[in-house]
T-cell receptor
Framework: GQNIDQPTEMTATEGAIVQINCTYQ??????LFWYQQHAGEAPTFLSY????GLEEKGRFSSFLSRSKGYSYLLLKELQMKDSASYLC???????????FGAGTQVVVTP | DAGITQSPRHKVTETGTPVTLRCHQT?????MYWYRQDPGHGLRLIHY???????DKGEVSDGYSVSRSKTEDFLLTLESATSSQTSVYFC????????????FGQGTRLTVV
């Protein structure tokens, strides 16, 4: 079956760094995406990896290892507004279908 | 922000009644999707569309049907609502099926009593 695993919750202090890990086993792989979702709101796109390695985008970086079925999202210089759920998603085919993890709730404390 | 509007935003309905949720886009994107989001499960694909009148099932399609008669509108119908269909429903659109992110609507919170 298809499986995407990520931790349920992580807590970190403002200004710190947090790394959210995601492991996946899916029937197809066309890329790995990270979305941010604030409570009661729509998911919004953060980053995308299709090749192995690190993609950096401001305070956010994402890493992919396809051979290990592993990705992480790194959030640096945490701000209170970064408190949200972070969704790991695998694009599983050429029709644009995603398989999502259950999300990691990040709580940023003062 | 991508132009996606879901309606209604909130609905309470009784078990056994039909319910239709609407997704409207102004981006002229070819691909549209309906997901449901439940605690502990993440987003799960119900149905998707790759063009007008072209639709297919996702992983949790039982009890749901869809229609797309115009590029801009994708309707999700719960034929006979059950309590297990209480959820938050998200519509998403995508310009290309691969190598690009999906944009999500604001969601519809549906409660079946």
């Amino acid at each position: 079956g298809q499986n995407i695993d990520q931790p349920t919750e992580m807590t970190a202090t403002e200004g710190a760094i947090v790394q959210i890990n995601c492991t996946y086993q899916t029937s197809g792989f066309n890329g790995l995406f990270w979305y941010q979702q604030h409570a009661g709101e729509a998911p919004t796109f953060l980053s995308y990896n299709v090749l192995d390695g690190l993609e950096e985008k401001g305070r956010f970086s994402s890493f992919l290892s396809r051979s290990k079925g592993y990705s992480y999202l790194l959030l640096k210089e945490l701000q209170m507004k970064d408190s949200a759920s972070y969704l790991c998603a695998v694009l599983t085919d050429s029709w644009g279908k995603f398989q999502f993890g259950a999300g990691t709730q990040v709580v940023v404390t003062p | 922000d991508a132009g996606i509007t879901q309606s209604p935003r909130h609905k309470v309905t009784e078990t056994g009644t039909p319910v239709t949720l609407r997704c409207h886009q102004t981006e002229n994107h070819r691909y549209m999707y309906w997901y449901r989001q439940d605690p502990g499960h993440g987003l799960r694909l119900i149905h998707y569309s790759y063009g007008v009148k072209d639709t297919d099932k996702g992983e949790v399609s039982d009890g749901y049907s869809v229609s797309r008669s115009k590029t801009e509108d994708f309707l999700l119908t719960l034929e006979s609502a059950t309590s297990s269909q209480t959820s938050v429903y998200f519509c998403a659109i995508s310009e290309l099926a691969g190598d690009t992110e999906a944009f999500f609507g604001q969601g519809t919170r549906l409660t079946v009593v």
